[in-house]
């Protein structure tokens, strides 16, 4: 997923997906993208190849802007869904397991999860001030109970 906020959006969304290595799973499998932001869901729709999907989720800045959708058959038999959590849950048996999927992966080790910056809760103030100047990557962690390590005596 990227997050552009200018005008030449599709150009450096495209950019991104191919330095990133991206290229040779872009060129097997239809394009996927999973991006939405006001002011750039037409630029969201170039970036997809046929038959490409696009998720919208989350309402932050603001609703897809009315469009025709034969743009989307224009475009090469283009997807489009906006998928809700409740449609996904409805049963407590769904609910369970796909609580259960993330962890399980994590477990396994199929999933990596690093941790690339950890804040003392007390500290709370400079990483809300962090995260938004962009200076942290990856995972942010708010740590209430952060171990103190201790210098060793001389």
Known sequence: MTTVYSESFKEQALAKVYRRGDRNRR?????????????????SLACLRPP??????????????????????????LFLTRPTLSSYTAKRSELLQMAREPFEMVTSGQVRIEINRTYALQDAAQAHVDLAARKTTGSTILDPHPIKVQEPQP
Do not use: C, H
Request: positive net charge; aromatic residues 12%.
């Open 52 to 77: 490409g999907l696009l998720v919208s989720f989350g309402n932050a800045s603001g609703p897809v802007p009315p469009f025709d959708i034969l743009e989307l058959s224009k475009r090469g038999s």
């Open 27 to 43: 060129d097997r499998r239809p394009g996927r993208l999973l991006l939405y932001r006001q002011g750039t869901f037409f630029g």
